[in-house]
Structure formats: structure tokens, C-alpha cells
């Protein structure tokens, strides 16, 4: 069985069918081009099937979190019109949350009670 471990921000968090929960997950690296180097950013999209596991994300994650995602790569082959496409599916058996992005109101507090603090 292959396994995978992925860590990234979450981008988007869809139910799709019954016991079915899909999250998108984003990384940076740095790319080579003709102008230098950039940050190009890089998806996956991980499934779960497992309807405790899922009620669980669901509640406990958000867009924007940092996350670390572990799982079994599942290899899949289906049809598109005569032609075999084979792909493979990143299913997630366990996760972890790193951090929250935060708040817009939160930062602004820290900055405001920072610039009033006596020197």
C-alpha cells in the first residue's frame, strides 16, 4: 500500500456525496524562470470517505488553515471516451491542524496595542 503525508493551507473544503469530503490543499516553491526565480504555487486534492473523520474536519477546519494530511495513495484507471486515464487518488486517514491564519481584527489589535505601549 503507498502512503502519502501532504502539509499545506486549506483553499477549499466541498462535500461532494454522502460520506464523501474533498480538501484542496495549497504549497509555495520556488520555480526557475526566464526573468529568475518566483514562488509558484502548487495543488493537491485529497479525499476522505470516512463519515466520522469527515464530521470531525468539518467542524475543526477552515479555509486558510495550516494542515498536515496522511493517507493512502489509492491508484485509479477509468475511461474517458476509448482512451484509459490513470490517476491517483490522495485518501485521507488522518490529519492534523498547524495553525489559523489570522484575523484581519486580531492583527490590527496586536499592532494598535504594540504602537500605544510606553517605550
Do not use: H
Amino acid at each position: 500500500m503507498f502512503r502519502f503525508t501532504a502539509q499545506g493551507r486549506i483553499g477549499k473544503i466541498e462535500e461532494l456525496k454522502a460520506k464523501t469530503l474533498r480538501i484542496s490543499i495549497a504549497a509555495d516553491r520556488l520555480a526557475e524562470g526566464r526573468d529568475g526565480q518566483y514562488t509558484k504555487t502548487e495543488w493537491l486534492r485529497c479525499v476522505s470517505f470516512d463519515a466520522e473523520l469527515n464530521a470531525e474536519m468539518l467542524s475543526q477546519l477552515d479555509k486558510g488553515d495550516s494542515v498536515t494530511f496522511e493517507g493512502r495513495i489509492v491508484p485509479t484507471v477509468w475511461l474517458k471516451g476509448e482512451q484509459k486515464i490513470y490517476d491517483n487518488t490522495f485518501e485521507i486517514t488522518r490529519y492534523q491542524r498547524l495553525s489559523r491564519p489570522k484575523a484581519k481584527s486580531e492583527s490590527k489589535t496586536k499592532a494598535d496595542q504594540t504602537a500605544d505601549a510606553p517605550a
